[in-house]
């Protein structure tokens, strides 16, 4: 049996830096507030799912929020993670089993780059000590190539991180809150070339919580009117295939192989039944200005090199044809591993429930959009696609 | 010369070859496998030439385990020089991670003609590396 799944509370801890709360207690802040949003206490969540990559268990929180007994399931899922508690906690209400669920995701990171070790990638340790482990290196690895392949110029790298802090400044959970402009991005220290200091997020902190409700019970609680509540039409989580191309690989297959972002919109848009042109706001994976750039192709909304003309047109900014990361995405909010592809999610329910403030999209009707798509990418090769409509 | 910094990443031959395996299946992979992940699998000597397929630049200190200069205690980022870095196209073969010398970002075009070389690391060790094929011809010149 599949039952319908509605987002029924959302719930967001500032991204950025809150020195005097620790990880776990920023995702604590954002499950009671996931809670006040549904109107519901935590002794009625029938299940979580939730996780981090540096902050610690997710299923600690208890200890905060309340020790009610509920099975609580950690995940780690790299940069996934928050879709795959997403996807778990829909399946569990979906099954049947539970009529609510929580995901919730939260991080703290210390600052600079992510410093991976080579034999927990099942790697040799050589490929770390001459500085070839970089999750950095294979964002720039990756861009360089596309944009030689499909003429996209830097300037248009620079206009999506210009895009993304315009959003952000408009967004009271984003990070970096200020405009730059193109020639402060264009001009900034070069971090792996071709991509300059702006056009990189950084790690971040940071707490996301959603709480799902099957149909009946969302209906019970009147959660459904005044748009309180979205459906998720589909989710899809899908690792690698054969001959991809993904984080930390000192080798490469020679034959082209897939992608498992492809993989996993198609999933979601075949599941959801619909298509990349009925999409109205859209949260894609920005770890770096090309990340965006290519996943605006890979998850179906342009062909290779067209790009070039969205940014140009301003057609993936606030009041384009297809607002991307209105809420300055990773480069402007950060990212803290476990909590950031819930946040996308997050921006997706406030822009469908017509609540995301001054960054509100108006949609085709004028009333806000209808369908919302995130996007989260994670090493070693892993997406998650969820498409929500109200 | 230094040490290596793996025994087994490439080959002694006075020309030597970066060392990757060929699985049951035909295909070459790079590096050459350790462990029960190396059952069935011949070590495959791969070629010294390529195409350059990507590229880029590491512009700041990596933290550990990096081990390149900038790296010890009492060093940082004054210390650390910064390298070129791409993947190369070993024809029929596999593309392969590697350090780029003998160049500068303006130099790289993708597809251009690349061969492999050993250079030093650090203070201690060599690792390998590939360098544009017209350099080697000017400095032959």
Redesign the interface.
């Known amino acids: 049996m599949s039952e319908n799944v509605y987002i029924i509370g959302a719930g967001i801890h500032p991204f950025g830096r809150t020195e005097e709360r620790s990880g776990r207690e920023q995702g604590v802040y954002a499950v009671r507030e996931a809670l006040k949003d549904a109107g519901l206490e935590w002794a009625d969540m029938e299940c979580a799912y939730g996780g981090s990559a540096a902050a610690g268990s997710a299923d600690i929180m208890v200890n905060e929020l309340g020790l009610t007994s509920l099975p609580f399931t950690n995940v780690a899922n790299g940069c996934a993670t928050g879709g795959s508690a997403l996807a778990a906690a829909q399946q569990a209400i979906a099954s049947g089993m539970y009529d609510l669920a929580l995901a919730v995701g939260f991080d703290k990171h210390p600052r600079g780059a992510f410093n991976a070790k080579p034999a927990d990638y099942g790697l040799p340790d050589w490929y770390g000590q001459t500085g070839m482990m970089l999750t950095t290196q294979f964002f720039a690895l990756k861009i360089q190539r596309y944009m030689q392949l499909h003429g996209i110029s830097r300037t248009t790298l620079g206009r999506v991180a210009e895009k993304a802090f315009r959003n952000g400044a408009k967004t009271p959970h984003a990070w970096r809150r200020s405009e730059i402009d193109l020639e402060t991005i264009m001009n900034a220290p070069m971090i792996n070339d071709p991509l300059t200091k702006f056009m990189f997020c950084s790690p971040s902190e940071g707490g996301v919580a959603l709480i799902l409700a099957s149909e009946k019970k969302a209906k019970e609680l009147g959660a459904l009117q005044n748009r309180g509540g979205v459906k998720i039409a589909k989710i899809a989580v899908k690792t690698r295939p054969p001959d991809s191309f993904e984080v930390f690989q000192p080798g490469v297959s020679v034959k082209e192989g897939g992608k498992p972002t492809v993989l996993a919109s198609k999933a979601a848009f075949e599941g959801a039944g619909i298509g990349p042109e009925d999409v109205e706001v859209a949260q894609l994976q920005d770890t770096e200005s090309g990340a965006e750039i290519m996943h605006m192709a890979e998850n179906g909304f342009c062909k290779d090199g067209e790009q070039e003309e969205w940014l140009a047109n301003g057609w993936s900014a606030l009041g384009g044809k297809l607002p991307i990361n209105t809420d300055g995405g990773c480069l402007a909010c950060g990212e803290p591993i476990g909590a950031s592809g819930l946040r996308q999610v997050y921006e997706n329910v406030e822009q469908l429930r017509g609540r995301a403030g001054d960054r509100q999209v108006a949609g085709r009707d004028g009333k806000g959009p209808k369908l919302g798509y995130s996007h989260v990418y994670g090493a070693p090769g892993l997406s998650a696609v969820a498409i929500l409509e109200r | 010369m230094g040490e290596k910094?793996?025994p087994n990443?490439w080959s002694d031959d006075p020309e030597p070859h970066l060392m990757?395996g060929k699985l049951p299946s035909g295909?070459v992979?790079?590096?050459m496998p350790?462990g029960d992940?190396a059952k069935n699998v011949e070590p495959y000597r791969l070629s010294r030439r390529g195409k350059l397929?990507?590229?880029?630049?590491?512009?700041?200190l990596?933290?550990?385990?990096?081990?390149?200069p900038g790296s010890g205690p009492d060093e940082g980022p004054p210390d650390f020089k910064p390298?070129l870095?791409?993947?190369v196209?070993?024809?029929?073969?596999?593309?392969?991670?590697s350090?780029i010398v003998d160049a500068g970002?303006d130099d790289l075009e993708?597809g251009m003609e690349m061969e492999f070389t050993i250079v030093p690391?650090n203070d201690t060790?060599d690792?390998y590396a590939f360098r544009p094929v017209a350099n080697v011809q000017e400095k032959a010149a």
Do not use: C, H, M, N
């Open positions: 910094i793996d990443l990757g295909e992979v790079f590096p350790a992940a397929w990507s590229w880029t630049s590491q512009g700041f990596p933290k550990e385990p990096y081990e390149g390298f870095l791409g993947y196209e070993l024809p029929g073969e596999v593309i392969v991670e350090r970002l993708l690391f060790y690792t």
